[in-house]
């Protein structure tokens, strides 16, 4: 059915995983409905640029948290999470307009967390310089921002 | 009807004035219109929903975008519905909500593919279970491709996953209710009533899911009507009631509903083409008969005509067999399907009037009536009257001798029935006649006559000693040819019925025979063919292809769990 609809003209990867949350707002849907999983969050992470060889491979958005899973091809996922709240495992590396960032390394996962009014953002990967260029490339838009650029009350 | 010099068999003499040409233009008996009544409605409707989509895959933000027209409307409309939130009625609608829950869903889905494996209903299963694996990834697809967040400003009363343009769950039940009910219930005004009360719950659902805050009612309706579009389509399209019935009586399932319209096209198709003035029709002898539908059917003289009814389901099924038999042995003889109904009737046709020619005793061939173009035709034999199965008859010493002798002459005129079992041997007295000629072939290999030869030797040592059997069959055949024949013979030679008949008996039959007839090096019958690799990799890769659905459908349903 994929390679139908690719035969038709519409971007088959588009049509699995849907648009990118891109953090400038040219593509809102994604960023509105992840917002809307999570109503308290004030933070909705999203994707400054990706960098070349990685892709979303899936984006499940649902009520209660979002989850976007990003591979390389070679077996390496970065997997980000916007949940209600959070419980910090690793060391507080820094606090800036109100997002406290936690980091616990270990040899087999990086794992970030951003805590902040409402919300958290995960981000889980596997140590390295390839994954760490896909981790870098996670942003975050404030749910205010979003609203002003999307015109949805939220 | 008349006494004839055959003996006592009665010729049937249609009236050649009551026949009339159709002239060009005036369609036949029973014109096909797989689309009639509802589906009509549900295409228009449809066509109109492909249209909307293709409008909003291209401008989506000018369709969906916040402060559309589209959204107001939709907004408007859920207003009245957030505005009218109850205790109570928050309580109903939570439990409408509950029935699209992945569970129940897939309960369903998974009662409908075993009830449908236990009734052994293959193609409606395939285009059940088609449905079900198409219809979420390509909504899935849409709705990632549109990209509709959930409705705005509003409290979320109950779950959602993805986007919200179509509503994914809505369309699940819908194609999941409304193929269990072309699949599962029997047409005719119960079927009706289920369609409405289906149409009634998914109104509810969908009008619950508004309520709750978590979808559009423009999403709810573009759901239901692709969900309905879809499972409606697929089955009046694939799987019409007038040629693949649903029914749970065993004996019926594989032959063709005899409703009013297929009677009067039964009727006058026999008048027209064959000059025939029938006044009744009933299914005869359907038990034994898979492939077609066998019809008696009552004249307006009180005699009688036997006839099979040949559809799309009865070629489908000699395409699905030849297919299993390539892929399981080769090509043991031609395996090659027809093409059309139509071929399927003319060669067994051919076959009798080749075997009436050949002095082999069959019913005699009255011709072929069209009923549908190119889809239905009837083929029209002499009725026996009074004549039963081998395996109900007493079996005399000049039935045996008939038997073979039948088969001698098959061998003289070039010609294998390919079928020879009990209920294809009709005895009346002493005499016997071979029915069932669809799997005849004109000049057979020597391996398909012997086994022929093989099987009326063990059907008709069902019913006599095989010792006396034997020694009337050296009076026609050589010893070699008998030695040939058993050497063929296998389970997979010989035909189901005759297979049980065998082990029916105390004594292994075919063991027996084999020791009666001289000896000769068993026979392999394992062939590697192009066409039965080049089967075979199709197989494999159709495979492919459903499992990569599967898969691809259980990456959806886990992600939305």
């Known amino acids: ?154 | 009807m008349e006494e004839t010099p055959r003996g006592r068999r009665i010729v049937i003499k249609p009236e050649w004035a009551r026949r009339r040409r159709r002239p060009s233009g005036e369609p036949e008996p029973l014109p096909r219109r797989p689309l009639a009544g509802a589906s009509k409605f549900w295409i228009l409707l449809a066509a109109l929903v492909v249209l909307v989509v293709a409008l909003l895959l291209s401008s989506t933000s000018f369709f969906l975008g916040s402060g559309s027209w589209w959204n107001s409307l939709d907004e408007d409309v859920m207003g009245v519905f957030i505005d009218a939130r109850a205790g109570w009625l928050t309580n109903i609608a939570e439990f409408f909500d509950q029935l699209r829950s992945d569970w129940l869903i897939t309960t369903l889905r998974l009662g409908t593919i075993v009830t449908l494996v236990f009734v052994k209903r293959w193609r409606h299963l395939m285009i059940f279970v088609t449905v079900m694996l198409a219809t979420e990834p390509l909504m899935t697809g849409l709705a990632n491709r549109l990209a509709r967040p959930r409705p705005d400003g509003i409290e979320f009363l109950t779950d959602w996953a993805g986007f919200s343009f179509p509503s994914i769950p809505l369309t699940a039940l819908t194609v999941t209710l409304l193929s269990m009910a072309y699949a599962l219930v029997v047409p005719g005004l119960f079927r009706k009533w289920v369609l409405v009360g289906i149409s009634g719950v998914l109104t509810l659902v969908g009008l619950s899911r508004i309520y709750l805050g978590v979808e559009r009612p423009t999403e709810m309706a573009v759901a239901g009507i692709i969900g309905a579009t879809i499972s409606m389509l697929a089955f009046r399209l694939i799987t019409p009631d007038s040629v693949f019935p649903v029914s749970y009586d065993r004996s019926k399932a594989a032959h063709l509903e005899l409703n009013e319209a297929r009677l009067g096209a039964i009727f006058s198709g026999l008048r027209d083409q064959l000059g025939f003035e029938a006044v009744s029709a009933e299914l005869f002898g359907a038990e034994g008969s898979a492939g077609s539908t066998p019809l008696r059917i009552g004249l307006a003289d009180g005699g009688y005509i036997f006839a099979k009814l040949y559809a799309q389901n009865h070629l489908r099924s000699d395409r699905w067999y030849k297919l299993g038999r390539t892929l399981l042995y080769g090509a043991l003889e031609d395996e090659t399907s027809y093409r059309s109904v139509r071929r399927l009737a003319e060669h067994e046709d051919h076959v009798m009037r080749l075997m009436a020619a050949g002095g082999i005793p069959i019913p005699e061939p009255l011709g072929i009536v069209e009923i549908t173009h190119g889809r239905e035709y009837l083929l029209v034999t002499e009725f026996l009257d009074a004549a039963g199965e081998m395996s109900q008859s007493v079996v005399s010493e000049p039935v045996v001798d008939a038997g073979l002798q039948a088969v001698r002459a098959m061998w003289d005129s070039g010609l294998a029935h390919r079928d020879i079992k009990p209920a294809n041997i009709l005895v009346r007295n002493d005499d016997i006649y071979l029915i069932d000629h669809a799997f005849g072939e004109i000049r057979p290999s020597p391996w398909r006559q012997a086994v022929d030869l093989a099987n009326m030797m063990l059907t008709l040592s069902v019913g006599y000693p095989p010792e006396e059997v034997h020694s009337r069959a050296a009076l026609i055949f050589s010893d070699d040819e008998i030695g040939e024949a058993f050497a063929v013979a296998r389970s997979v030679t010989i035909p189901g019925e005759l297979r049980t008949a065998i082990k029916s008996g105390p004594d292994d039959l075919l063991a027996r025979n084999r020791q009666l007839a001289a000896p000769r090096q068993p026979i392999g019958i394992q062939r590697w063919t192009p066409r039965r690799i080049s089967a075979l990799v199709a197989v494999i890769g159709g495979a492919a292809v459903i499992a990569r659905l599967i898969a691809l459908n259980l990456s959806i349903v886990g992600r939305l769990l």
Request: proline share 5%.
């Open chain 1, 1 to 154: 059915m994929l390679t139908l609809l690719s035969a038709c003209g519409i971007d088959s990867e588009t049509v699995r995983v849907g648009h990118l949350p891109l953090c400038d707002h040219s593509n809102t849907g994604r960023l509105i409905l992840m917002a809307q999983s999570v109503p308290s969050a004030q933070m909705i992470p999203c994707i400054e640029e990706l960098p070349d060889g990685w892709r979303l491979k899936h984006a499940d958005v649902e009520t209660g948290r979002s989850r976007l899973q990003f591979d390389n091809g070679g077996g390496t996922d970065v997997v980000v999470y916007l949940l209600a709240s959070c419980s910090p495992i690793g060391e507080l590396i820094g606090s800036e307009s109100g997002v406290d960032r936690y980091v616990a390394l270990n040899e087999e996962s990086r794992v970030e967390e951003q805590v902040f009014d409402g919300g958290c953002i995960r981000i889980e990967s596997p140590p390295g310089e390839e994954p760490g260029r896909m981790a870098d490339a996670i942003g975050s838009i404030t749910r205010d921002a979003l609203r002003v650029g999307s015109g949805w009350e939220l």
